[in-house]
């Protein structure tokens, strides 16, 4: 009975944020198109509505395989190296509507991402699964130090970027 309540709570927990992920994130767009950061903010929003339904079947794949969950964990994985450049490309673009992030730094940025994106797909980021405890523990490979700058490394100098642009618009 738990565990039936537990996973309808999960489903219906996920259709709730993306609705309401999708919902901001199309409002935002139509509300202006040429806009840089309405743009981003719109990615953004459908990357986390992809992770959403990824992370799920990462959960509870479709065929319960070691194989397909460690299919599905890597998947999660590509998925999250696209949300950490974009989150740091709306934070330096935020509240403009043009987009100047020199070539210099985007550039780094974009081979980061797919770095990231190729690694998590192949059995460099998590090389296998193991049940050992009863739950799924994948074990992370040599290209964890990747992902890890691209995600957490990104997000956290997306944090840093705003606390600025908060200080400086602030006086502060």
């Known amino acids: 009975m738990n565990y ?10 996920g259709v709730l944020t993306f609705l309401t992920t ?23 929003s459908l990357l986390i509505d992809l992770y959403i339904i990824v992370n799920y079947l990462s959960l509870h ?11 599905w964990i890597r ?8 949300i950490g450049p974009t989150v740091l490309l709306l934070a330096h673009t935020f509240p403009r509507d043009d987009f100047r992030l020199k070539k210099k730094y985007l550039i780094p940025i974009l081979i980061l991402m797919i770095s990231s994106a190729a690694a998590s797909l192949l059995p460099l980021v998590f090389t296998s699964i193991d049940y050992g405890t009863g739950e799924p523990l994948p074990k992370p490979g040599l290209g964890m130090p990747v992902f890890f700058l691209d995600f957490v490394g990104l997000f956290l100098l997306s944090f840093i970027l705003l606390l600025y642009k908060y200080k400086k618009s602030s006086g502060k």
């Open 75 to 82: 998947v999660v994985m590509f998925v999250c190296s696209f």
């Open 61 to 71: 794949p479709p065929q319960p395989t070691a194989t397909s969950q460690l299919f």
């Open 4 to 13: 039936f309540l537990i996973e309808h709570m999960e489903i219906l927990l």
């Open 22 to 44: 999708a919902y901001l994130g199309i409002v935002v767009f139509v509300k202006n198109r040429t806009s840089w950061t309405s743009r981003l903010f719109f990615i953004l």
